[in-house]
C-alpha cells in the first residue's frame, strides 16, 4: 500500500499534536519514529531469497476487491464538469471531487463502490469547500505561496516516502491521480498555515509568561494520567447534514477496522488542521478532554477506534494510541546510523526483480561486510551519497516502533552491527545501532511548555476564524454530488 502523501504543518487544531512550533512549514509524514526510518518501517513482512530475488508481502486490498484494482480508482464520470458548489465565486467541479476521492483511493485502498461514493462526495465537497475559503482569506491576506515553495514541499514528500526526485508524479499518474489535485492540496495547506501565523501575530503572540505560567501549571501535574490521542473530526455545520456526516463516520471507521491506517485517513477527511498531522491530538489530561470522550480515553485498549461519538460541532473517531503519567515515563531510546540505496524504479514485482534491483541487494550485502560501527557507517553514507533519508535520523523510541519485526530487530541486534538489508519498494536500507538507552521520556522542559502554548492558541484561532469565514461567505451547494 502506498505511504500517505501530504504535508505537515507546524500547527495544531483540535487537541495538541506534540511538536508544532514557529516557523516554515515543512512536509512530512506522521509516524512515532523520526521519518528517517520510515523506509525502513515500510518494509514490513519483506524478505531476500537465498537465490538472490527480492520477495515482498502485497500490499493489502480491501475485502472483495482484486489488489490490481487499486492501481486505477476507475474512469472519471460523465458529468464530470458539472458545477458541484460556488464559494464566493469559486466554482467547484464534479471533476474536482473525483480527483479528491482518486487521492483518497491511493492513500488508503478504499474501493471506489457507488455506495462507498455515495457516502463519501458529500464530505469530499465539504473539504473542498473549506479548502476554497481558506485560500481565498489568503489571497485576501496577500499570502502568494510560491511556485518554489510547492516544490519544495514536493520533493521532501518524496523524500519523506522513500521516492526519487519525480517519482511522485509518476506514482500518482500509475494510480489515476492528477498531479494537479497534488499540488491543490499542498499549496492550500501551506496558505493556511500563513494565514494561522499571522492572526496569532496580530494578536500579540506567546510571551514567556505565557509560557512560565505553562510550566507551573505541567509541573505541578507530574503523576497525573495523560491520553494520548488521535482524532477523525467530521463536522456538522447544519443540522440537515447530521444525516451524511454520521453515515460518512461509518464507512471510515470500517475501513479504520479492515486496516486502513488512521493517520492517512485523517490526513484526507479529518476536517481540522492537524488532518495532515494524522490527526495527532498529542499528550491530553483529562480535563482537556470533551466529557464525551474522556470514558472511553479511561477504557479503550491502545490501538483501539472508538465509535463515532457526538461532540459539539459535530462527531469525532477517537484512536487510542497510549497512556502515560505526567513526568513519568521510562522507555528505550535508541540512536542508529542508515544507509539508503535506491532504486531507479519501484520494486512493483518483488519475484522479478530488475538487474540494477539485484545490484543494489548486492551492494547492500556488501556494505554488511565492509562497514563496521556508526562512526563507518555516517562516512560510507555521506561518502557514497547514500544519506537521501539523512544518515542520522535522531532518537527512536524502542516502545513505538512498528512492525513488531523492526522493533525486535532494533532490541536485539549487537551494538555497531550492520543490519540485514531492508527492502521497500523505492530502494534498501540498512543500519547499525549506536546505543540503546532508559530515559525519562517525560520529563518536562520549557519547549514542551512552548508547544503546548502555542498549540492551544493556534487551536483556538483556526476554529474561530473558520467559522467567521463560512458565517461570511457566499456558499451554493448545487446537491446531487
Known amino acids: 500500500m502506498p505511504a500517505a502523501i501530504r504535508i505537515r504543518l507546524r500547527h495544531s487544531g483540535r487537541g495538541r499534536p506534540s511538536v508544532p512550533r514557529p516557523g516554515v512549514p515543512r512536509p512530512g509524514l506522521l509516524s512515532p519514529l523520526r521519518p528517517g526510518l520510515r523506509a525502513a518501517l515500510l518494509t514490513a513482512g519483506i524478505l531476500v531469497t537465498a537465490g538472490g530475488a527480492l520477495a515482498a508481502s502485497p500490499p493489502r486490498a480491501p475485502a472483495g476487491k482484486p489488489a490490481a484494482a487499486q492501481a486505477n480508482p476507475g474512469a472519471i464520470r460523465p458529468d464530470a464538469m458539472r458545477i458541484a458548489a460556488v464559494v464566493n465565486g469559486d466554482v467547484i467541479t464534479s471533476a474536482d471531487i473525483e480527483a479528491r476521492t482518486r487521492l483518497f483511493a491511493m492513500s488508503t485502498g478504499l474501493p471506489l463502490s457507488p455506495d462507498v461514493l455515495g457516502r463519501l462526495r458529500p464530505q469530499i465537497l465539504r473539504q473542498l469547500v473549506d479548502e476554497r475559503l481558506r485560500m481565498q482569506e489568503a489571497l485576501r491576506r496577500k499570502i502568494i505561496v510560491q511556485d518554489q515553495q510547492i516544490a519544495d514541499a514536493i520533493r521532501e514528500i518524496e523524500q519523506r516516502n522513500g521516492l526519487g526526485?519525480?517519482?511522485?508524479?509518476?506514482?500518482?499518474?500509475?494510480?489515476?491521480?492528477?498531479?494537479?489535485?497534488?499540488?491543490?492540496?499542498?499549496?492550500?495547506?501551506l496558505a493556511w498555515g500563513e494565514v494561522l501565523r499571522q492572526v496569532m501575530g496580530e494578536r500579540g503572540g506567546i510571551s514567556p509568561a505565557d509560557v512560565a505560567e505553562r510550566q507551573k501549571m505541567m509541573q505541578q501535574m507530574v503523576g497525573q494520567t495523560q491520553y494520548h490521542l488521535g482524532e477523525i473530526f467530521i463536522p456538522i455545520d447544519d443540522p440537515a447534514n447530521a444525516a451524511d456526516a454520521e453515515r460518512f463516520a461509518e464507512t471510515v471507521i470500517h475501513e479504520l477496522r479492515s486496516g486502513a491506517p488512521f493517520a492517512i485517513v485523517a490526513a484526507q477527511f479529518s476536517q481540522t488542521p492537524n488532518a495532515l498531522e494524522g490527526g495527532e491530538m498529542g499528550w491530553l489530561e483529562a480535563n482537556q478532554l470533551d466529557q464525551a470522550i474522556l470514558p472511553l480515553a479511561n477504557q479503550m485498549p491502545v490501538g483501539a477506534i472508538s465509535n463515532p461519538v457526538r461532540v459539539p460541532g459535530g462527531i469525532m473517531i477517537v484512536q487510542m494510541r497510549g497512556r502515560r503519567e505526567i513526568g513519568r515515563e521510562m522507555g528505550t531510546v535508541?540512536?542508529?546510523r542508515q544507509a539508503f540505496l535506491p532504486f531507479t524504479s519501484l520494486l512493483t514485482d518483488p519475484t522479478k526483480p530488475t538487474d540494477q534491483q539485484r545490484q543494489t541487494l548486492n551492494r547492500a550485502r556488501e556494505i554488511a561486510g565492509a562497514v563496521h560501527g556508526c562512526d563507518a557507517m555516517e562516512q560510507y553514507a555521506k561518502a557514497n551519497k547514500l544519506d537521501a533519508h539523512g544518515v542520522d535520523p535522531g532518537d527512536v523510541r524502542l516502545e513505538a516502533v512498528n512492525p513488531p519485526q523492526f522493533r525486535q530487530m532494533l532490541a536485539t541486534i549487537p551494538i555497531g552491527k550492520v543490519s540485514e538489508p531492508l527492502v521497500s519498494r523505492e530502494g534498501i536500507t540498512v543500519m547499525v545501532v549506536c546505543s540503546r538507552e532508559e530515559k525519562n521520556l517525560a520529563a518536562i522542559s520549557k519547549e514542551d511548555a512552548e508547544r503546548l502554548v502555542i498549540n492551544e492558541r493556534v487551536e483556538l484561532l483556526s476554529r474561530q476564524v473558520m467559522r467567521d469565514l463560512h458565517r461570511q461567505a457566499n456558499i451554493d451547494l448545487r446537491g446531487n454530488v
Open 165 to 189: 526526485e519525480g517519482m511522485l508524479r509518476a506514482k500518482l499518474a500509475a494510480d489515476g491521480v492528477s498531479f494537479r489535485t497534488m499540488v491543490d492540496q499542498v499549496r492550500s495547506q
Open 334 to 336: 535508541v540512536a542508529v
